[in-house]
């Protein structure tokens, strides 16, 4: 099953940015990233825990069209979900897409790099494949590994519609780590026909 396409060639994309700030407060990368993103998308949800700081809130939601707020004290890809139920129409979009504060930039101009993503002829699609599992010389060393916010995952309407997609956020996932629940949505839906691509592939970034 391939991406989505409109006559226009135009898409209604709702993004959901997860924010894991410092001590609560929000850096201003944070602020950079969501000017960029703003322009390209039709709605623009921040995730971010209540324990932020008041100042930071107020600064980020209006670079939004809404916040979702939650106890949780770390990001969990669970919070997408729970993001994702008050979402009541979610279906008048042709794209949802699940990042956060992982990444920093862009240092320009980002519709490229979305452009070449939307010529992606996939279902799901991200920004830069890990050839591996991550693991860091810390993570050896028996400290916890970080868990982040996803990189940049866009699902069009076929696969958010879809009954895999209400399957795959109702099991769970326990048994797969944090760290890898970006890379295991991908794996999930490629094993049940779904075309999965990204902008920059592990093979053409290690033969550069």
Known sequence: MTADARSDGARRRVVLYAVSPSNGRIDDFVDHALRAVRPLVQRLIIVLPRATSDEDRTRVAQLADAVVEHERASFSAGLY???LA???????FDEL????????GPVHDLAPVIDRLDALPAGVRGVVEVAQPATTPST???????VLPWQWTAVDRSVFTS???RAYWREGRASIAEP??????FEYFAARGFDAAFAFPAAQLLSA
């Open 86 to 92: 008050g979402l009541a129409d979610l279906g008048d």
């Open 140 to 146: 050896d060393a028996g400290f916890p590994q970080p």
């Open 81 to 83: 979900a729970d993001a």
């Open 180 to 185: 890898e629940r970006e890379r295991d949505l």
């Open 97 to 104: 897409v699940l990042t956060g504060d992982s990444w920093y």
């Open 163 to 165: 009954p895999h997609w």
